[in-house]
């Protein structure tokens, strides 16, 4: 399995908590994303990093954020959690060491109520 | 812009058996890469099996095995001697030279035993 690890595997918050989602993967990768899916549905891209103060944002409009300070650390930021958040996130990291193969951390279920 | 297809959201198939997950894709580029990926109920998303387009033999790996066809845009995946741990969501997914990661919107495998 990759070493890429996520915290927290599960969440619930209340309406208008900030929350940060916590990935870092060991692999020394330079491109890392976060998808959003909802249970047994498609993967949507909502964030992407190719490297070191490199961010952009992806297909999904997101009221999320993320930063990319150091190569391993990609967190995902919810100022104010809505129910609408609630899903899966996942969190993947890849790289030309990696045969250009994307790997997936463990996810994140958040359940905002 | 690239687009990746699994036209059949649910399929089922007797242990032991052999099926064939179906992926088309559009792309104008000449280079690039191929991929299913498995994510087991309520758990990791994980890589099964990879192809690279300059390649045209047809990667294997144990049990799965892909029939690309790169004219056609097509790359399906055949699971033979299905186990019931093969029961899972299937991603395909197609990675372009810029880096960029499209998945499919899945295809839930159940193994019947």
Redesign the interface.
């Given at each position: 399995e990759a070493d890429i690890y996520q915290t927290p595997r599960y969440l619930v918050i209340g309406t208008g908590k900030k929350i940060t989602l916590e990935c870092s993967q060991t692999m020394g990768h330079d491109k890392m994303y976060w998808y959003q899916q909802d249970p047994g549905m498609e993967l949507h891209l909502i964030h992407y990093s190719y490297g070191v103060n490199s961010t952009e944002k992806g297909d999904l409009s997101s009221e999320s954020t993320v930063s990319r300070i150091r190569t391993e650390h990609f967190p995902l930021t919810l100022e104010s959690a809505r129910p609408s958040h609630t899903s899966q996130y996942l969190c993947a990291s890849s790289d030309l060491s990696s045969g250009n193969t994307i790997y997936f951390g463990e996810g994140s279920w958040l359940t905002v109520v | 812009a690239q687009t990746v297809t699994q036209s059949q959201p649910e399929m089922s198939v007797q242990e032991a058996e052999t099926v064939t997950l179906s992926c088309t894709y559009d792309t104008s580029e000449n280079n690039y890469?191929l991929?299913w990926?498995k994510q087991p109920p309520s758990?990791?998303?994980?890589?099964v099996i990879?192809q690279e387009a300059y390649k045209q033999q047809n990667a294997t790996e144990n049990r799965f095995s892909v029939n690309f066809q790169k004219a056609a845009k097509s790359f399906s995946l055949k699971i033979s001697d299905s186990q019931l741990g093969d029961t899972a969501?299937y991603?395909c997914?197609f990675?372009n030279t810029g880096?960029q990661?499209y998945?499919?919107?899945?295809t839930?495998l159940t193994v019947i035993p």
């Open positions: - | 890469y991929f990926y758990r990791q998303m994980i890589l990879r969501m991603f997914a990675m880096n990661f998945f499919g919107t899945g839930s």
